[in-house]
């Protein structure tokens, strides 16, 4: 029964040589992270935080803009001596 079951395999797989190659299509290029070292508030040891340029740029967006959020409202406020 083995046999049969192994002389079966062995001529129902399809020759290598007589099959068509798959077609090749180009490996999709991961876009490249940048990594950096992040002080989390509360803790002393550095985390590593890595994004594509793109998402980077987003964030240092996003804190420029939140900076200059508080400095208006800073500049607001008055002081009641």
């Known amino acids: 029964m083995f046999v049969a079951a192994a ?3 062995l001529f129902a797989s399809p020759d290598p040589q007589t099959t068509p190659p798959a077609a090749t299509q180009a490996p999709v290029a ?3 992270k940048i990594c950096r ?7 002393m040891m550095p985390k590593r ?5 793109e998402e980077w740029q987003a964030e240092d967006a996003a804190h420029a803009r939140d900076a200059d959020n508080l ?8 002081r009641n001596n």
Do not use: I, Y
């Not at 935080?49 to 340029?53: A, I, K, Q, R, S």
């Not at 400095?71 to 008055?78: E, F, N, V």
């Open 7 to 9: 002389a079966f395999l």
């Open 30 to 32: 991961k876009p490249k």
């Open 37 to 43: 070292h992040d002080m989390e508030t509360g803790s």
């Open 49 to 53: 935080v890595c994004h594509t340029p």
């Open 71 to 78: 400095r208006q409202l800073q500049g607001t406020r008055t």
